[in-house]
């Protein structure tokens, strides 16, 4: 299997906010400007945006000693802060400095109830085995479906191959859903065989799940 782009990772710190938040509050407009400044964003939340909704900063660059990480984006909402980098090692690496930041500049505090933390992971692959190859067993159910789905008086029939799988958890229930996808790189020929990954989980995982299903895909041809 061949990682042809990391589009981007992230990893989100969710806490109890009475917790985390200072004794004595912090004063909101200067705690976004130094966020702008220690991340050197391109792009920094209104006063507004931070209290309506989130404050989302974008294009930003987190140098920490010899460190050097591009911040797609740093958001804070009242519970989490959410890095978007293009590794979750990276991603963890912004969450920790910046919270060690936060309260060492601005009085926040560890929280007592133990934080949670999530992921997801956006990677670009190429498969060395062909999925479309596994999926012969099942070759009169897709032959079936190509016939049923082609417009009447077509003059050719495009064929139907493997498009998207996702596997996922169920909704109902404590917790959140994480989800496992793989999908044809949008607005390319198929024949390129681009996939794009989505997984809620770090990224070396995420590579290492798409490498064992790669293999197994091997097995299932041969």
């Not at 792009?43 to 945006?49: Q, T, V, W």
């Amino acid at each position: 299997m061949k990682i042809i782009s990391q589009d981007g990772a992230a990893a989100t710190l969710i806490f109890v906010p009475d917790e985390v938040k200072p004794f004595k509050g912090y004063h909101l407009p200067e705690l976004l400007l130094a966020i702008g400044k220690r991340i050197e964003a391109a792009k920094i939340p209104s006063l507004e945006d931070a209290r309506s909704s989130a404050a989302r900063f974008e294009n930003g660059v987190f140098v920490d000693g010899a460190r050097r990480i591009n911040l797609g984006a740093l958001t804070l909402h009242n519970d989490a802060i959410i890095a978007t980098t293009t590794d979750t090692d990276e991603s963890d690496f912004v969450v920790d400095s910046l919270f060690a930041w936060l309260k060492n500049d601005f009085g926040f505090r560890d929280p007592s109830t133990p934080a949670v933390r999530v992921y997801q992971s956006d990677l670009v692959i190429q498969f060395d085995n062909d999925p479309d190859h596994t999926f012969g067993l099942i070759a009169p159910f897709i032959n079936f479906i190509q016939q049923e789905m082609t417009p009447p008086n077509m003059p050719s029939k495009k064929a139907v191959q493997f498009a998207h799988i996702a596997f996922g958890a169920d909704p109902i229930g404590v917790g959140a859903t994480p989800e496992f996808t793989i999908s044809r790189r949008v607005n390319l020929p198929w024949r390129l065989g681009l996939y794009f990954s989505k997984a809620h989980m770090r990224t070396s995982a995420h590579i290492k799940a798409l490498e064992m299903l790669d293999g197994l895909l091997g097995e299932a041809r041969s």
